[in-house]
């Protein structure tokens, strides 16, 4: 009885790791997949490559890619580099003024074949997301309850 005392007290003072929201996001050249439906528009091999790409072809492309809408709580970014040969990055900030007041997640050292994870607490507004090393679009994510 004791034995089982015991056991239910760890339990109960144990934390508990909730579980988050996985969201999967792909890079490739001066892109990511799924906003994007798929498309793979351009193979470009430098930073530079993929900004002129993106000068003549971004404002088009995010007119037609799928915004992300979630409620708001916790996730975790699972940001792959598909096949891009140099290293990436992830940035999500908030959008406007929320990039002063809505939390923000960023980080590098995706490389090519690999993945990196990002946690993040998401509150109520409009968010941008993002690879600065790529470079890519500012794709939209939305939260809302």
């Known amino acids: ?4 005392l015991l056991i239910l007290m760890v339990m109960v003072s144990t934390p508990v790791a909730w579980a988050v929201e996985t969201i999967e996001l792909t890079q490739t050249s001066c892109q990511f997949i799924e906003p994007e439906k798929g ?6 091999n430098s930073y530079e ?6 000068e003549k072809s971004a404002e088009d492309r995010l007119d037609r890619s799928k915004v992300i809408e ?9 940001v ?6 140099y290293e990436l ?12 007041t809505l939390p923000s997640v960023s980080g590098g050292g995706i490389e090519t074949g690999s993945f990196r994870e ?3 607490t998401l509150k109520e507004g ?3 997301y993002s690879c600065p090393l790529n470079p890519t679009p500012d794709y939209k994510l939305v939260v809302k309850p």
């Open 126 to 128: 409009d968010y941008r």
């Open 89 to 100: 990055g992830f940035w999500l900030r908030g959008e406007g003024i929320g990039r002063l």
């Open 1 to 4: 009885m004791r034995w089982l």
């Open 80 to 85: 792959h580099n598909r096949d891009v040969p």
């Open 49 to 54: 490559a993929c900004q002129r790409f993106n």
């Open 118 to 120: 990002y946690r993040i």
């Open 70 to 78: 979630l409620k708001p709580g916790d996730y975790l970014f699972r």
């Open 39 to 44: 498309d793979q528009h351009y193979r470009g």
